[in-house]
């Protein structure tokens, strides 16, 4: 039998893990320095939000979902090897997940380690990301495009379930309230997805390191189909102003997360 390293799973795994923005990550370790949670603690839910997210794109990157050839700049997992190396490196990726977060190196508290599993379950099954994954799926054939709500309900699942919980992951660690927090990741969920729309029409693949003008390509509504590009650009703002007031009791320890708002809808990739 083949050292577990040499495994075409286990490349598949890092592969997959390779570049990318690392948002959820930086949004779990940032708002735990909030709360005086140590990196070295916060960075273990970090890196279980990033497995998840990577596994995602490995599976909706397959033909029976997107069928994708390009993702962060490289072939994705399914072309570099095949689609059976694939969907195992996106499995395990998502139980990689959860074994980082019910590590007691996550947090001493067995309580804390249940409320951060349970949660992220939650936020990555049939509630929340896969929901919003079939239900764009179901758009494909629909006999009439997406309205507004609609497109806004299928994100806040698709992209905004893992955000959202990436947002709130600090104070779960810290044992506080995750209103504020939520409030935020939920604006910025939307304004992230609002950008991705605008990059598939106005952006450039060979930076943004995936195929681009699939929507427009296929007849999806998304933000910028309904708004237009400008209407699209002025709702991505006004959800970073809401983002940014929902961290007013946090005051200047939390610029760094306004700033990380703008960003997401300034990015060019």
């Not at 893990?17 to 690392?22: A, I, L, M, P, Y």
């Not at 700049?73 to 980082?100: I, N, R, S």
């Not at 509630?127 to 994954?133: K, N």
Request: glycine residues 10%; contains cysteine; hydrophobic residues 50%.
């Amino acid at each position: 039998m083949a050292p577990m390293s040499d495994v075409a799973v286990v490349h598949g795994m890092r592969w997959a893990c390779n570049g990318g923005k690392r948002l959820r990550g930086f949004l779990v370790m940032e708002g735990a320095a909030l709360y005086g949670v140590s990196p070295l603690q916060s960075v273990r839910a970090g890196a279980a939000i990033e497995a998840l997210h990577a596994y995602s794109l490995v599976h909706d990157d397959l033909p029976c979902m997107d069928d994708d050839d390009l993702r962060r700049g490289q072939p994705t997992v399914h072309v570099k090897w095949d689609e059976a190396t694939a969907v195992l490196a996106g499995d395990a990726l998502q139980t990689l997940a959860f074994e980082l977060l019910s590590d007691p190196a996550c947090h001493p508290d067995a309580a804390v380690r249940i409320d951060l599993v349970a949660s992220l379950a939650r936020a990555g099954g049939a509630r929340g990301m896969v929901l919003g994954q079939a239900l764009d799926i179901a758009a494909e054939t629909a006999t009439a495009p997406l309205t507004l709500p609609a497109i806004e309900a299928l994100q806040a699942g698709k992209t905004g379930a893992l955000i959202r919980w990436s947002g709130e992951a600090g104070a779960r660690l810290a044992g506080a309230d995750v209103t504020a927090l939520g409030r935020y990741a939920t604006a910025l969920g939307l304004a992230f997805q609002i950008a991705d729309d605008l990059l598939d029409v106005v952006g450039d693949a060979t930076v943004t390191g995936k195929a681009v003008g699939k929507d427009a390509a296929a007849g999806k509504a998304t933000f910028v189909s309904l708004l237009g590009e400008a209407g699209a650009r002025a709702r991505a703002d006004a959800l970073v102003t809401e983002a940014c007031e929902a961290l007013s009791d946090f005051g200047p320890r939390a610029d760094t997360l306004r700033d990380c708002a703008r960003y997401v809808v300034e990015r060019d990739r």
